[in-house]
């Protein structure tokens, strides 16, 4: 029994090192990008674009010509939200998409969310990534809307 956990000791040790020791790709560097299908549409069921709302906001996620999977699940046409709010698509879009305060992400494969946001308006975009959070190509991306959360 001590031989064995030994064992698993040292074969978990020389893992962790080598996972440790793989250069992660540098700032900037375009990965390769999941073609999306024709005709594939990501959209903002709720709340619609002009909508006054009184807080906490449920946003629900709508998807046509795809299906939806979990991060780290590569499967044929299907990918994960995420929800950019009170921000612009990211410039490079050959990288994975950061988790930010303004870049939420639904790797468990969820099609809504409630937000608390502070009253004022605020503006909210989805964009569909692969099993990487990496942005599809061509990038499968909502009308980004504008809403009011009423104080």
């Not at 074969?11 to 962790?16: H, K």
């Not at 795809?66 to 991060?71: D, F, H, K």
Request: glycine fraction near 10%.
């Amino acid at each position: 029994m001590i031989r064995q956990a030994t064992i698993a000791l040292v074969a978990l040790t020389f893992g962790t090192l080598a996972v440790a020791q793989t250069p992660a790709p540098a700032a900037g560097t375009a990965l390769p990008r999941t073609a999306s299908p024709a005709g594939a549409k990501v959209y903002i069921v709720s709340p619609k674009d002009g909508a006054t709302i009184k807080g906490p906001v449920t946003v629900v996620f709508g998807l046509a010509g795809m299906g939806v999977a979990p991060a780290g699940v590569q499967m044929e046409n299907t990918g994960h939200h995420h929800l950019l709010i009170d921000a612009d698509l990211p410039k490079d879009m050959g990288v994975p998409l950061p988790a930010t305060d303004n870049i939420k992400h639904f790797g468990k494969g969820q099609t809504e969310t409630t937000l608390d946001l502070k009253p004022g308006k605020h503006t909210l975009q989805l964009v569909l990534g692969d099993h990487l959070h990496i942005p599809f190509n061509p990038v499968v991306a909502s009308q980004k809307i504008t809403i009011t959360v009423a104080p």
